[in-house]
């Protein structure tokens, strides 16, 4: 019998921190669907980013006053790191549309932004599932297939700007803007490798 219970709010946290993943991705999808209503959605995304940090900061303060955790400490810091470094690209591409003045939104942006959403959703079924093996390794290979998706949308995007842009600060704008975007799918797959491990470690 365990006489120092666990404490199993961790898996409510990441649960949380991951509603927030698929909540801005969503909002950034539309963002780039409507972008004459930019500064809705630029605030809407800034406040999931808030909410985000706000329970990151829960789960770590949480890690220094628990005696038992379920997991190990550091995989626990990594992953909530990892989910809120999606939030916070999210969060920084949305952010860039702004500052560049963007009115118009190219298409392999909207591609992109239609990826991130179907990777944060596959985050949030996998940390929904993460105590079952087979269903994280699923969501981990779905995940890779999505970044690789990603990938062949970004090499695309970036070659047809340097192919045909005449206009070297619409290349230089639009160049970061795709960068941050697959960023995003980077991370959600380091999200996704970060689950994988604890997945097997405690299998």
């Known amino acids: 019998m365990r006489l120092i219970p666990r404490d199993e709010r961790f898996f409510d946290l990441f649960a949380e921190i991951a509603k927030r993943l698929t909540s801005s991705a969503r909002l950034l999808s539309q963002l780039f669907a409507e972008p004459h209503r930019l500064d809705h959605y630029v605030a809407a995304i800034k406040v999931v980013e808030h909410e985000a940090d706000n329970i990151t900061h829960e789960v770590n303060a949480k890690l220094d006053t628990s005696f038992v955790t ?11 790191t990892r989910l809120d470094n999606v939030v916070d690209l999210i969060d920084g591409t949305a952010r860039r549309v702004a500052m560049f003045h963007v009115t118009e939104v190219r298409e392999p942006a909207r591609r992109l932004s239609d990826v991130l959403v179907r990777a944060t959703e596959c985050i949030g079924a996998s940390v929904a599932s993460m105590k079952v093996r087979k269903v994280v390794a699923e969501k981990a290979r779905e995940i890779k297939a999505l970044e ?3 990938d062949a949308i970004y090499q695309e995007a ?6 045909n842009g005449t206009d070297a600060l ?6 970061d803007l795709y960068d941050t975007l697959e960023n995003a799918l980077d991370e959600c797959e380091n999200v996704a490798n970060a689950l994988e491990s604890i997945s097997l470690k405690n299998a």
């Open 170 to 175: 619409e290349v230089m704008k639009w160049k």
């Open 70 to 80: 379920p997991l190990d400490r550091e995989d626990i810091h990594t992953l909530a």
């Open 148 to 150: 690789e998706e990603g």
């Open 158 to 163: 970036v070659g047809e700007l340097f192919r």
